[in-house]
């Protein structure tokens, strides 16, 4: 009898927390869906939507879905991009090029490094407070040329700094459930490392098949699984409406934590100290999330011997991926 009241009570409680939430390449692939899965958000009540060219037009057409958060666009001009950014709760860029078929993920750097910088310069500035959420391939690097930025405007905060590597884990989810006939939503995998290629390390022996690490085809599948929707798009881009919707879950993810919600974990890339001893600065592992950005690191936890040679794998390539996103800024301030 009471229980209904109660929860009533508690939604309305947490939906009245304010909460604007920015997307700065809203008008791209990735930008158009992930605009409207946060539109639908009940926690969203105030959406941003930038682009160089095509914000407002978008934001015309979701601001007339019936949800009641306002959106407004955002042009290049000379303050567009800051009154998009102030007083922003959650920033995500997904601005910048998709690959081509043949491609990878670090042949995208040298002209995303440069959006994400200069988007990073401004949102240092305009809302330094936000929790950043770089979609922006390649991750590895991107991540680590934002943390670069703040540092040199002394807004740094690791807690508020995150690349979205939700899509390998909703992937992995996926893939597993279609081999084993189950219902993804039952299949949590852990995905540690990086977001691209052999950086990307799923850990199935900490699943319910730990017989799937000993899986070698669906480990690339995991690994490669974006190559799959670049070829098939034949040259169109890649993953945008699965991205999207691993970027709005992220987003969710964090509003909920922000609000209240205890035990809210997501993977994601950030500044770690689990291998900062072997000169890796950033690692996605699992990540407890709270009001504050960052709750809890959580550890990696036991892998198997398929998943120790995985790792190793992993950190020679997502080293050389971060200390290029560095150089990059230092070479390029
Ligand atoms: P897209 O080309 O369709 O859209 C990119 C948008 O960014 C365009 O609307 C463009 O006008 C805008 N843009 C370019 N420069 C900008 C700037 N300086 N400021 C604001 N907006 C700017 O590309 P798509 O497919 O949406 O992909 C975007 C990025 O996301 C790519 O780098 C892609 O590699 C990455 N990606 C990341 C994934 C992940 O798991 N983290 C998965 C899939 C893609």
Redesign the pocket.
């Known amino acids: 009898m009471f229980a209904p009241r109660i929860q009533r009570r508690m939604f309305s409680a947490s939906t009245r927390n304010l909460s604007k939430v920015t997307v ?2 809203a ?5 158009q869906p992930l605009s409207l899965l946060l539109k639908m958000n009940p926690r969203v009540t105030e959406l941003a939507l ?5 914000g407002p037009g978008v934001a015309a057409d979701i601001s007339h879905v019936n949800t009641k958060s306002t959106v407004k666009g955002y042009n ?1 001009t000379p303050t567009g991009l800051a009154q998009a950014l102030k007083g922003s709760d959650i920033i995500l860029i ?6 081509k078929p043949g491609m990878t ?1 670090d042949d ?1 750097f040298n002209t ?1 490094a440069s ?1 994400v910088r ?2 990073a310069k401004a949102a240092a500035e305009a809302a330094p407070e936000a929790n950043l959420l770089i ?3 390649p ?1 590895n690097s991107t991540v680590p040329i934002c943390a670069e930025v703040y540092k040199a405007r002394g807004v740094y905060n690791p807690k508020r700094l995150f ?3 939700t ?2 884990v909703v992937r992995a989810s996926r893939f597993v459930s279609e081999i084993k006939g189950t219902d993804p939503k039952d299949e949590e995998i852990t995905v540690v490392g990086g ?1 691209s290629g052999v950086t990307i390390v799923p850990l199935f022996s900490q699943s319910k098949h730990p017989d799937l690490s000993a899986n070698a085809e669906l480990v690339n599948r995991v690994q490669f699984g ?1 190559d799959e929707v670049v070829k098939a798009k034949d040259g169109a ?4 409406l699965s ?1 999207a919707m ?1 970027g709005a879950r992220m987003a969710d993810s964090l509003l909920r934590a922000s609000q209240g919600e205890k035990g809210v974990v997501e993977p994601t890339f950030v500044d770690s100290p689990l291998y900062k001893d072997q000169g890796i600065d950033f690692f996605s592992s699992r990540v407890e999330l709270g009001p504050n950005g960052v709750e809890k690191i959580l550890p990696v936890g036991e892998v198997d011997a398929h998943e120790q040679k995985l790792l190793e794998a992993c950190f020679g390539d997502l080293k050389k991926n971060i200390e290029k996103g560095v150089a990059f800024v230092a070479a390029n301030p």
Do not use: E, K, Q, W
């Open positions: 700065l390449g008008a791209g692939g990735i930008g930038y682009d160089i060219r095509g290049p997904p601005a910048g090029v998709p690959r993920r995208l995303n959006i200069d988007l979609i922006a391939n991750v690349g979205v590597t899509l390998d977001h974006g881009g890649s993953a945008t991205m691993a």
